[in-house]
């Protein structure tokens, strides 16, 4: 199969969809792969660095789509992209098609094939191509969160840890999946006074079993949830429904009852955010403000450090993109149907529940498609 991976031209995203090492495994399964020039450079891989894995170096995106049958990306293909895909084209990355109505609709026109990483499952019911970007974006959320709250940028003025003799921050943390998870050991590790909120009695038991000495953990009621909202000096947002857009569970009219200068920091933003005042922004203006609170938005944490993610992201994509590769997109898919799931549009037809219901569009089921 060819296998192109273009340069990522959202703003402030440095990461790229293969490594190196991902480029030599599939010259190895006999595959030719397409690199753009310069693709790699924001996660510190050469273009030398692919030419010595066996890949080809072509100097446009418009020359990587028409090459390749395969196109792997880190995130959702920009508009000027989804023009370049064609009917066939078979397309591995990020989607997030929930919130985007938009993408949506131009990934249907393209006839293309989109086989997104964030709805791939595995045999114990996680998302194994999220879960390095989540564990990623939630040890970010408490750093991020700690410059946000810094008097200069607006914030409360208010240190993580305190001091010998003052409190420490009070941190929120809704969700206690994995980017909760590596949210609360951060911010705990920090000095914060962390309490985390979940609806599963089963995941509360886990953290308190691991992470009781830690951080504080609280079952999810609205009661509780606005109690610990109010007092709190940074509250992190880590809910997810896989496919689908994120629920609002903090609103506007709960922000008159924070204490001003208190932040926000929306890790779902990607699936549309989980606070009301939520809208998406980039590394180069990353905070805003809402009623004299803080709003930490971007839309790509990870790429903030674009190496790391970039080889956590390589890890998990590589045995997925090799059966893609060798087996073709049906057979493997009809194999796995952990990857299976990930199948979220094909020959312009959507073949994700969630996604439909999010945007009101109709659905066919994935086995359809194979079939």
């Not at 208010?158 to 003799?165: E, N």
Request: aromatic fraction near 6%; proline fraction near 5%.
């Amino acid at each position: 199969m060819k296998i192109g991976c273009p340069t990522e031209i959202k703003p402030q995203e440095f990461r790229v969809g293969m490594t190196p090492d991902a480029a030599r495994e599939a010259v190895n399964h006999g595959h030719a792969v397409y690199i753009q020039q310069g693709a790699g450079l924001g996660a510190g891989f050469s273009d030398q660095d692919y030419q010595q894995a066996g890949a080809a170096i072509l100097d446009t995106a418009e020359e990587i789509f028409a090459t390749s049958e395969m196109i792997v990306k880190v995130k959702e293909p920009q508009a000027v992209e989804r023009k370049m895909l064609r009917e066939g084209q078979l397309l591995f990355t990020y989607l997030h098609l929930a919130p985007d109505p938009a993408q949506t609709r131009d990934l249907l026109a393209s006839g293309c094939t989109a086989i997104a990483y964030e709805t791939v499952t595995d045999t114990h019911g996680g998302l194994p191509l999220l879960a390095p970007m989540s564990e990623v974006a939630g040890r970010l959320a408490p750093q991020v969160g700690a410059w946000t709250l810094q008097k200069a940028n607006g914030g409360r003025g208010v240190l993580m840890g305190g001091v010998p003799g003052v409190a420490p921050a009070k941190v929120v943390v809704i969700g206690g999946g994995v980017v909760g998870t590596h949210a609360a050991k951060v911010a705990a590790g920090m000095g914060a006074d962390v309490t985390v909120l979940d609806r599963s009695l089963n995941r509360l038991k886990y953290l308190d079993d691991v992470f009781g000495r830690d951080f504080k953990n609280q079952y999810a009621t609205a009661g509780a949830t606005a109690e610990l909202v109010r007092a709190a000096d940074m509250v992190i947002g880590a809910v997810l429904i896989p496919g689908a857009a994120a629920p609002k569970l903090v609103t506007r009219a709960d922000l008159s009852e924070m204490k001003p200068g208190a932040t926000l920091v929306d890790v779902a933003i990607d699936q549309g955010g989980c606070f009301e005042t939520s809208h998406a922004t980039t590394h180069a203006d990353p905070i805003y403000e809402v009623d004299g609170i803080m709003h930490y938005c971007v839309a790509n944490m990870p790429g903030a450090v674009a190496r790391t993610s970039t080889q956590a992201l390589g890890n998990a994509t590589l045995p997925f993109l090799l059966a893609l590769a060798d087996k073709g997109w049906k057979r493997a898919c009809s194999d796995d149907p952990h990857l299976l799931n990930g199948l979220n549009v094909h020959s312009g037809q959507l073949t994700y529940e969630a996604v439909g219901q999010a945007l009101g569009l109709d659905h066919i089921v994935a086995e359809t498609a194979i079939q």
